[in-house]
């Protein structure tokens, strides 16, 4: 990214978002070449400088009820950047990166189930680790970390339906690692 056009933007006072936009990259790009050129952006969106927020700084609050544009008056929370955002917002981006994740494994898995080709809800797909002592995770409790970390663990495994990995649990069925 180029120093000067990504000074003029921040001086132009120009949000993340917006710098992100600008140059066709995602936020944590932006973050990524603020850092290194140890710039700030100068923007305050009105909600971070609403009497709300302001009287919420001033008390040393990490939660307070503010409006939300999607849910209406609700709860906010700091976040680690120290801005308020709305607590249901932030559970409905968590979910939507681990359904984003989720389907990008299953798609490096090839899709569908191993043994019958089941392919319709991704909701009812499962990794099943072929062999138990290698296992170091739980591919559904771990969504939260980085894919890299849960691609290693789904190379030990072959994707299954709920049907069918319940039948491979019960031993009734075998898989194998492909």
Request: charged content about 25%.
């Amino acid at each position: 990214m180029n120093r000067l056009e990504l000074q003029i933007a921040v001086d132009a006072g120009r949000s993340i978002a917006q710098l992100a936009e600008r140059f066709e990259c995602s936020k944590g790009s932006v973050r990524y070449w603020l850092a290194k050129y140890e710039m700030k952006t100068h923007h305050r969106s009105g909600r971070d400088s609403s009497p709300g927020v302001l009287a919420a700084r001033a008390a040393g609050l990490t939660s307070t009820v503010l409006r939300c544009s999607t849910h209406g008056v609700t709860d906010f929370v700091l976040d680690t950047q120290g801005y308020f955002r709305c607590r249901a917002c932030r559970a409905a981006a968590v979910a939507e990166r681990r359904r984003r994740v989720k389907r990008t494994l299953i798609d490096e898995a090839g899709g569908r189930c191993q043994l019958c080709g089941y392919d319709r809800y991704q909701g009812a797909l499962a990794f099943h680790h072929v062999d138990p002592e290698t296992k170091v995770m739980t591919i559904a409790t771990g969504i939260t970390l980085a894919i890299e970390t849960l691609r290693a663990e789904t190379q030990k495994c072959v994707l299954l339906c709920h049907n069918c990995h319940a039948e491979v649990e019960a031993g009734v069925r075998q898989v194998s690692l492909q």
